[in-house]
């Protein structure tokens, strides 16, 4: 693989840097779409970022942000470190520009075990909407957890804009909000990496802290994207109570 660096644009939730990288940091940036991403690459070295453009100040400014970051070397799971979080911050208004997190295994040849438990967790008291319908419901607090589960954030609010990662330390995508789905399950819907709408059954959810941290794929169903048929995974227009392209039902 080449070690040749590239100026790319490296987009953020709050505006996007100009920076020269390597196919390596590329393919990480990488999320499966048209545009690369700063957040799974982490931290890069001032020098390497030429400009960067804020949401905030909607200008691009020469030069680089500035970054921020953190070693907690917090354990979130079993063999799982949080290594490095950081930020990259607008000069001018110190709005964030991106976000990322590091994480590293202690050993590498083993399996990431059940994440460590919250301390002082509350239940869920609050609205909610249903995955299936628009109208606010009241949402009862889910069922007593495990010990290795999560206990529920006290609030939409302190669940809402936090990123998800699977149990390989990649990011899948943000938290939106607590639901129930139409077998009056608790699911957390999410906003996944390209824009669209998912859902994940609450039990499947290891950790929530400063990162929303999901168990092993064994144990993790694939994130169902609203209205695509599990048939022949046809993506339907909302509301669709059978699959347009095979007539299974939804």
Request: hydrophobic fraction near 30%.
């Amino acid at each position: 693989m080449s070690t040749e660096l590239r100026l790319k644009k490296l987009r953020g939730s709050g505006g996007y840097v100009m920076a020269s990288v390597t196919d390596e940091q590329q393919m990480k940036g990488n999320l499966g779409g048209p545009d690369l991403f700063l957040a799974p690459i982490g931290r890069l070295q001032n020098e390497r970022i030429t400009k960067y453009f804020c949401n905030t100040c909607e200008k691009e400014f020469e030069g680089s942000p500035n970054i921020k970051f953190e070693n907690p070397n917090e354990e979130v799971a079993e063999n799982l470190i949080l290594a490095e979080k950081g930020q990259y911050i607008c000069n001018t208004c110190n709005s964030t520009i991106a976000e990322y997190r590091e994480f590293k295994k202690q050993d590498e040849a083993s399996e990431i075990g059940n994440a460590k438990p919250l301390e002082g967790a509350q239940t869920i008291q609050h609205q909610t909407s249903q995955v299936t319908q628009p109208p606010p419901v009241q949402v009862e607090s889910p069922p007593k957890q495990q010990a290795t589960q999560p206990g529920p954030a006290g609030s939409v609010s302190s669940i809402e804009g936090l990123s998800i990662y699977d149990e390989n330390a990649k990011k899948i995508g943000s938290a939106k909000q607590v639901g129930i789905d139409s077998n009056q399950s608790v699911v957390l819907i999410i906003t996944k990496n390209d824009g669209a709408e998912g859902s994940i059954p609450w039990e499947n959810i290891r950790k929530v802290g400063e990162i929303i941290l999901l168990g092993n794929p064994d144990t993790v169903p694939q994130i169902i994207q609203k209205g695509k048929c599990q048939s022949c995974g046809f993506v339907n227009k909302d509301g669709s109570k059978f699959c347009e392209e095979c007539g299974t039902k939804l």
